[in-house]
């Protein structure tokens, strides 16, 4: 309800202003939510080199996806 009543505030600021507000609260666990491209750029994800290259044989280019480091998904088995 609160959120469905007050969705357009947060056109009202950038990602960076709101990123910003909520670090100053230190009340709000937060993150954002990244569109593909952001998902790509993301330094988390490219300093755990989790972007892998997959091909696809219905199409003559690969697909980039997110996925888990093998490192990561070895030390969680």
């Known amino acids: 309800m609160y959120l469905k ?40 994800v490219r300093h755990l080199e989790q972007v892998l290259e997959m091909k696809n044989p219905n199409r003559t280019k690969s697909v980039r996806v997110v996925g888990t480091n093998p490192f990561i998904a070895q030390a969680l088995s």
């Open 5 to 44: 009543k007050n969705k357009f505030r947060f056109l009202e600021k950038t990602l960076s202003e709101w990123l910003q507000l909520f670090e100053k609260s230190n009340k709000i666990p937060y993150g954002p939510i990244n569109d593909m491209k952001g998902v790509f750029e993301n330094e988390q």
